[in-house]
């Protein structure tokens, strides 16, 4: 007759839960302890952020504006949306400037605009989503 094999002891398995229970435990405080360091690093980063459109205008099919960082802080890149209003549902229509731009600083970029019925311009950091200006379509100068 053969013998049945034996599941291990109720003690192991109790010690191995333990044990393994810390290893995870271990795990998820050394990644929870580094994602907070880095998000609060962030934070205080982003408080000195402030990025403000100190003036836009438009010729020969192109939209000039003049970004201002007045916060104490460099930023890089930037999202711009332009939103056209046609009448119906707003277009939508979105370009990167990937420059720098230092604290304290202005800097002027360019884009051709798709038409000139501009309702506004949004600009957004990538770096800090706070920094953040609008522009109404009528501040623009030289757009119709």
Known sequence: MKKKPKGISPLVAVIMLIAFTM?????LAG???????????????????????RSASYANNNVTLM????????????????????GGPP????????????????????????NISVSYIEVRSVQCQGAYDMIRGYDIIGLP
């Open 23 to 27: 290893i995870i435990a271990g795990i």
């Open 31 to 53: 990644w929870a302890t580094r994602f907070a360091s880095e998000q609060r690093a962030n934070l205080e980063l982003c408080v000195r952020a402030n990025m403000i459109i």
């Open 67 to 86: 970004l201002y960082n007045a916060g104490t802080v460099p930023l890089r890149g930037f999202n711009v949306q332009v939103t056209y209003d046609t």
């Open 91 to 114: 277009l939508p229509d979105t370009w990167e400037i990937k420059e720098q731009l230092e604290a304290n600083t202005f800097q002027t970029f360019s884009h051709e605009l798709a």
